[in-house]
């Protein structure tokens, strides 16, 4: 057999399972992505629990609608029963999209009547459409289950748009922008549709079966006109014989697509209104350079303190009390800049007869601080001496003179950190209950620098005394 006729059934196979092999997906095949640019507004939309104190914030419900706590149902399955929900203002967005979850269940295959989506013009008004009035203007989006003709041929999804003028029964056909059939009676869990304006263009998308993961395309229409200031709303209504279904709404969300760019910055607190009484809530510049000033004498307090520990001269008590009573009244006086500046910003302000108060107590520990340096160097001078007119023969006496010494003066600094660990509770608790904390801190600050330089001071001083006997 030659090669050549080998060759014809090879290539007949080849195109028949080529032929056979199922196409790749389109583009149109792909769920449907949400706008790029929408910002969610959460006043127009439906979020559970839909009851807050006994009302639906920014709504209201009509009818023999039930609000429960985690659904909505519009008209239970009860034939000619009919409800709706409205929202009480109209929306402001020119470009928007939509996104509710629904679910119409029943008994029989066969349901009657359905829900609509509705974007109008005028709001809350019972009637024969979806147990909304007739001859409306705006937009419904209608969840049909009804079969008059027992074809199965049900569960449609279709939009209309009416001018006002047009009766539902008489134009629905010819009035019909697009729809689609969707099997989502009695689906096992909530049908998602979103409902897009953008451009002028009207899409409608439906998922039936993955709580809105996969949301195809039903239809889609360009050059509509939605204008802004219509109504957002839901409405359904039983069948009047047969077997009714319950139409039970879980959620609605509402985008605005393409904000505009935020051109003003989001105030604070009453700030609105201090504005409106002609007092603008800001710290200029002079108050700012308090707070520098504030900030830099603490800084200045700190870092010359810190040079005269690691330097060759040696505080004295009397020039570290002076230093920090100096320190002390430079804060106090910035401090009151400061509450001058918050009383005319309308700050709350610590009463006149506490801040004299709490001054009071500080000037106390500063007296109480001075003294104790004053005791400390007094007894560290006798122990200089005492050990200078001894000499080096009296050694051991000059050491257990030392120790004894050197215990009397630990009492002493057991005592300032008692001091020390006491004012630290009592400036806690002041910093809970007045609004002049900022002095309690820095009063604490230079109390535990100071202590830390008499501590130091002290043993740099023993340590120099010491290497005599060396």
């Known amino acids: 057999m030659k090669p050549s006729v080998l060759l014809v059934p090879i290539a007949f196979l080849s195109t028949t399972l080529a032929w056979n092999r199922n196409p790749p997906p389109t583009h149109a095949e792909d769920p449907l992505l949400p706008a790029k640019n929408r910002r969610y507004d959460y006043k127009q939309s439906l979020k559970k629990p839909f009851m807050y104190n006994g009302a ?59 829900l609509a989506f509705w974007y109008t ?56 922008l697009g729809g689609c059939l969707r099997d989502y009676k009695n689906s096992p869990v909530p049908v998602v549709i979103r409902v897009s304006y953008i451009s002028r263009t009207l899409r409608v998308a439906v998922d039936t079966m993955n709580k ?155 007296s109480s601080m001075t003294g104790s340096l004053h005791a400390m160097e007094n007894v560290v001078k006798g122990l200089v001496d005492h050990i200078i007119q001894q000499g080096r023969k009296n050694a051991p006496e000059i050491t257990k003179v030392l120790k004894e010494e050197l215990k009397s003066l630990n009492a002493k600094m057991e005592d300032i950190d008692h001091r020390q660990s006491y004012q630290h509770q009592l400036t806690q608790t002041r910093l809970v209950n007045s609004s002049s904390w900022f002095s309690y801190v820095a009063f604490l600050i230079l109390l535990q620098l100071a202590a830390m330089v008499a501590y130091n001071w002290y043993k740099r001083r023993l340590e120099l005394n010491e290497k005599k006997f060396i």
Not at 67 to 86: E, H, M, Q, T
Not at 87 to 106: D, I, L, M, T, V
Not at 122 to 131: Q, S
Not at 295 to 314: F, H, R, S, T
């Open 212 to 366: 809105g993961s996969k949301l195809m395309t039903c239809f889609e229409r360009n050059d509509i006109d939605l204008p802004a200031g219509y109504h957002f709303g839901f409405s359904a209504e039983s069948a009047s014989t047969g077997t009714p279904d319950d139409h039970d709404l879980f959620s609605f969300e509402v985008y605005e697509v393409n904000p505009p760019l935020k051109t003003q910055k989001h105030l604070r607190p009453h700030e609105e209104e201090m504005i409106r009484k002609g007092e603008e809530v800001k710290v200029d510049e002079s108050d700012k350079l308090v707070f520098e000033e504030v900030k830099k004498i603490v800084e200045e307090q700190q870092q010359k303190i810190q040079e005269e520990i690691d330097g060759p001269n040696i505080l004295s008590a009397a020039q570290l009390a002076a230093t920090v009573s100096d320190t002390q009244f430079r804060i106090v006086e910035s401090l009151n800049t400061i509450h001058k500046k918050l009383e005319s910003l309308g700050a709350p302000i610590q009463p006149h007869e506490s801040t004299s108060r709490s001054l009071e107590e500080i000037n106390k520990q500063i």
């Open 56 to 114: 639906m914030p920014f709504w209201e419900h009509i009818g023999n609608a039930f609000v429960a706590l985690d659904f909505i149902r519009l008209a239970p399955s009860v034939p000619g029963l009919r409800g709706a929900v409205w929202r009480s203002a109209p929306n402001e967005y020119k470009e928007w999209e939509a996104e509710f979850s629904f679910k119409a269940h029943g008994q029989n295959y066969v349901g009657g009547k359905g």
């Open 121 to 176: 013009q005028e709001r809350a008004i019972e009637g024969p459409v979806f147990g909304n009035g007739d001859k409306w203007k705006g937009l419904g989006v209608f969840m049909d289950t009804s079969d008059p003709a027992n074809q199965r041929l049900n569960s449609i999804i279709y939009a209309i748009i009416n001018d006002g003028t047009k009766s539902y029964q008489e134009d629905q056909e010819s009035s019909r």
